[in-house]
T-cell receptor, first 112, second 115 residues
Framework: DAGVTQSPTHLIKTRGQHVTLRCSPI?????VSWYQQVLGQGPQFIFQ???????GRGNFPDRFSARQFPNYSSELNVNALLLGDSALYLC???????????FGPGTRLTVT | GENVEQHPSTLSVQEGDSAVIKCTYS??????FPWYKQELGKRPQLIID?????GEKKDQRIAVTLNKTAKHFSLHITETQPEDSAVYFC??????????????FGKGTHLIIQP
């Protein structure tokens, strides 16, 4: 059974640009959550999606948005990138919003 | 919202000794408390979790204790080994899936096992 997959693995962007990160959940999992992990800190919750609807949102600006597709994969979009957006972005999937989460390997975003 | 404090930020122990990492949380509605191990450049891996109806849980060399009254929980690793070296995170939430507020993590403890 494949685990949670994320793409790309790494990317480098310039301030002001836009970025899209992708996540494929474990087969059968219908809920996806996104977390931002700045170097030296714990992951911080950004969004949770379930059945294509946003179920929760953390304390992040409107530059951050996400969506979930009919196949339960998800995209995280960040507009007008700032240097402070440099982080490891983790996706976690679960059967349902209340079920155990499994983390993907993450996407390392560097903003220069 | 929930706030999780974790101590110490760095812990160095001799191989074979025990290590204890402590966390406190603020929201009395939280009832799920996982611990994650993260090696450099890797994803967080769940190593043990505890729910509020249980005071202690063990899995081989790892144990977690929970004091709901005091709102604190601890990770205990006995007979430490070099492969235990990593960053450990505690977290709290209303349930395993995190709910509408997700999992709230502590800032992490860098555990160093000295040979």
């Amino acid at each position: 059974d494949a685990g949670v997959t994320q793409s790309p693995t790494h990317l480098i962007k310039t301030r002001g640009q836009h970025v899209t990160l992708r996540c494929s959940p474990i087969s059968g999992h219908k809920s996806v959550s996104w977390y931002q992990q700045v170097l030296g800190q714990g992951p911080q919750f950004i969004f949770q999606y379930y059945e294509k609807e946003e179920r929760g949102r953390g304390n992040f600006p409107d530059r951050f948005s996400a969506r979930q597709f009919p196949n339960y994969s998800s995209e995280l979009n960040v507009n007008a990138l700032l240097l402070g957006d440099s982080a490891l972005y983790l996706c976690a999937s679960s059967l349902a919003p209340t079920a155990l989460q499994y983390f993907g390997p993450g996407t390392r975003l560097t903003v220069t | 919202g929930e706030n999780v404090e974790q101590h110490p930020s760095t812990l160095s122990v001799q191989e074979g000794d025990s290590a204890v990492i402590k966390c406190t949380y603020s929201d009395s509605a939280s009832n799920y408390f996982p611990w994650y191990k993260q090696e450099l450049g890797k994803r967080p891996q769940l190593i043990i979790d505890i729910r509020s109806n249980v005071g202690e849980k063990k899995d081989q060399r790892i144990a977690v204790t929970l004091n709901k009254t005091a709102k604190h929980f601890s990770l205990h690793i006995t007979e430490t080994q070099p492969e235990d070296s990593a960053v450990y995170f505690c977290a709290a939430s209303i349930g395993p899936g995190g709910g509408a507020d997700g999992l709230t993590f502590g800032k992490g403890t860098h555990l160093i096992i000295q040979p």
